[in-house]
Nanobody
């Protein structure tokens, strides 16, 4: 099993920044991609960003240029730096990790963008 623990969510004003962190523990050997997905009430989950163990990244079009995903393999931790946040990005943000074809999920952290 892989356990994922997210942190860093909270309330931020429009245009503000937040940095999310997600630490993986347990069977960390073999983890390849790690990423962030978000879900707003009434909406489907949306992939925000993903990074492979080798550092290749991909982003949702809506966050390109504003969000940056990074990873510290030594700490088994993935980060999401979010800048210029918008109210419509209020959602629960979930960390994920894939290991040998199986995807593990964190419990989610709430991000609220409001004045």
């Amino acid at each position: 099993q892989v356990q994922l623990v997210e942190s860093g969510g909270g309330l931020v004003q429009p245009g503000g920044s937040l940095r999310l962190s997600c630490a993986a523990t347990g069977l960390i050997f073999g983890i390849d991609g790690m990423g962030w997905t978000r879900q707003a009430p009434g909406n489907q989950r949306e992939l925000v960003a993903r990074i492979t163990r080798g550092g290749a990244t991909n982003y949702a079009d809506s966050v390109k240029g504003r969000f940056t995903i990074s990873r510290d393999n030594a700490k088994n931790t993935v980060y999401l730096q979010m800048n210029s946040l918008r109210p419509e990005e209020t959602a629960v943000y979930y960390c994920s990790a894939d290991r040998y074809g199986y995807v593990y999920w964190g419990q989610g952290t709430q991000v609220t963008v409001a004045a």
